[in-house]
């Protein structure tokens, strides 16, 4: 049957035109574009109803796939060349860049000021954060380095130290979200110091969870994302005590029983308290103390303050996760618990950070691409470089299994390989599920 009609979805191909004839209408910013597709014997039909016209298929061969990779332009941002985007959140994207003068590798928070606006308290959380961070330094909190803004564009950019991933990243890429007891507690031990630095400072951060704690090439924890922090005794109430709080926007799965129990205000040290030992049971079990199929069951299951306590750290958390405010460890206790101060055997293997969403398991720097065309963009850009999504898929295939003959070479001490052994191994390319055998 002839193809009357084209039907063209878009997903990370890009947006496509549907035109009569079967011919397809690419529109021009999109990476990707497809090649002899006006063969009628691809052409799928599914059955309407008679009011309705037809709707046609084409099925298209991975070798006509042709896509096209994006050129990395250079761009500056006062002295800082960007690099690639790091991550995404709900206040805006952070990218890598590299100072042009010092050559320090950095990361930049980049806000739409318009975007901030529509969000609940956006504006006053960016400047709040920007306003404790340059007051503070220390190894375990996050530095601020610049701050820069466009008002042309409505653009605000926070230039801060450059960190790799954060604890969230590493949990999700063990197999049971959690991690050994000795990595657990040297983590933990670097949060109760830059907590306590935080502390001494009169700030609360009031969101601590593995999300917003990073780590940097060489292991070090840096405490993040002061949006909902509070100096009480200088923002609040002048006679309250110095750190009395009465608003929480952490998340709800690390919020003390005092704030799901609603309470109107409450020991800001102690939230911190509460919220670190959640952490600290999340990443030595993989699980929270406090679980709910709605935000008020988990309230109601935080503010009954029942759960169960792994017992190589039952004392520590029991004490850190004691529903009493004042019954509650503080910092200094914490410090010189046994578990603390205890030096843990390193009987499992470390875990380290996961290869970056490119598959760079070193994580380089993304900005190299930039510098060669920010020094040699005059070269000759008419010889695009095309390759199809068959040849892509061999690339991929071909690197894995270099992959997985260096991984068996590591683990195993015998020189003659077996030439015969099969094994088959899955990857996932640009979201096409496909398998390989070698």
Known sequence: MPCEELLCVSDEMGETDMAPGGELNKKPESDYYGDGLNNANNCFNLDMDDEEEPINFYQVESDQIIYQPRRKKAKMIGRYL???LLGEGSYGKVKEVLDSETLRRLAVKIFKKRKLRRIPNGEQNVQREIRLLKRLSHKNVIQLVNVMSNEEKQKLYIVMEYCVGGLQDLLESTPNNKFPIWQAHGYFCQLIDGLEYLHS???????IKPGNLLLTTDGT???SDLGVAEVPVRALDHFAEDDTCQTSQGSPAFQAPEIANGLYSFSGFKVDVWSSGVTLYNITTGKYPFEGESIFKLFENIGKGEF????????????MLDKEPNNR????????HDWVKKKHSKNLEYVSIPPSPSGDEYRSMSVIPYLDNLHYGFIDDSEEEFITERQLNEQQQLLDANANNTTEREKTSTIEEKKHKKSTSCMNVRKLSTCKQS
């Open 308 to 319: 169960s306590i792994p017992d190589e750290i039952d004392a520590l958390l029991e004490g």
């Open 221 to 223: 924890l840096k405490i």
């Open 201 to 207: 400072q009169g700030i609360i951060h009031k969101d």
């Open 329 to 336: 460890f503080t910092l200094q206790r914490v410090r010189h």
């Open 82 to 84: 960007m690099g690639d």
